[in-house]
C-alpha cells in the first residue's frame, strides 16, 4: 500500500470543527466520500502542521488531530481589518452591489499585486472595512476524518503544482 509522502496525491474525507468562545467544538465543515478533500502532498499550500499529521498514513487509516492559531493560520490580526475608499470598486464608474455585500468574500491586490481574499465586514457611505485574515485565523481546529486514497502524482501533475482530473484542477 501506498503511503501518504511528498509529491502523492492524497484523497481524504473529515470533519472540522473549532473551539467556539464556549469552549465547545462547533463543525464547520465536511468533506464527504462524494465530495471529498484531493490534493497533492507537499505542494497543498495547507499548514504545514495538518500534513505532517497525515504524513505515513496509508488508506483506510483515520486520524484525529487539532491544529492551535500558531499551527494553521495564526491569531487573529486586528491590523489586517482595514477600510478601503468605496471608489475602489467601481468597474467602469459603477459598483456592482450585488458583489458588494456584508459577508462576501472578495478576491484583491495590494499594492505589490499579491493577491488575497478579503471579507466585506462593513460597507459606509464613502469606505469599505474589508478583513484579510484567513477565515479560521485565531481558532483552534479540529480534524476527524479518513485516508480514502493515495497515488502517485504525474509527472504533468508535479510540474503544475496540483491535482488534475477527478477532484482535481480541470484545463
Given at each position: 500500500m501506498t503511503q501518504?509522502?511528498?509529491n502523492k496525491v492524497?484523497?481524504?474525507?473529515?470533519?472540522?470543527?473549532?473551539?467556539?468562545?464556549?469552549?465547545?467544538?462547533?463543525?464547520?465543515?465536511?468533506?464527504?466520500?462524494?465530495?471529498?478533500?484531493?490534493?497533492?502532498?507537499?505542494?497543498?499550500?495547507?499548514?504545514?502542521?495538518?500534513?505532517?499529521?497525515l504524513s505515513g498514513k496509508q488508506p483506510g487509516d483515520s486520524f484525529t488531530f487539532s491544529l492551535t492559531p500558531e499551527q494553521a493560520y495564526g491569531e487573529y490580526d486586528q491590523q489586517a481589518v482595514v477600510e478601503i475608499p468605496k471608489n475602489v470598486f467601481e468597474i467602469d464608474g459603477q459598483i456592482d452591489e450585488e458583489m458588494l455585500q456584508e459577508g462576501n468574500f472578495l478576491p484583491m491586490a495590494d499594492n505589490q499585486g499579491h493577491h488575497m481574499q478579503g471579507k466585506v465586514v462593513e460597507i459606509g457611505d464613502s469606505s469599505v472595512k474589508m478583513d484579510f485574515n484567513h477565515p479560521l485565523a485565531g481558532m483552534v481546529m479540529h480534524f476527524d476524518g479518513k485516508v480514502e486514497a493515495v497515488r502517485d502524482a504525474t509527472r504533468e501533475e508535479l510540474d503544475h503544482g496540483h491535482v488534475h482530473g477527478e477532484g482535481g484542477h480541470q484545463h
Open positions: 501518504i509522502s511528498e492524497v484523497t481524504i474525507t473529515y470533519d472540522l470543527s473549532v473551539t467556539d468562545e464556549n469552549q465547545e467544538k462547533v463543525l464547520v465543515e465536511s468533506a464527504e466520500e462524494d465530495a471529498p478533500m484531493v490534493f497533492l502532498f507537499g505542494m497543498s499550500g495547507l499548514p504545514d502542521e495538518f500534513e505532517r499529521q
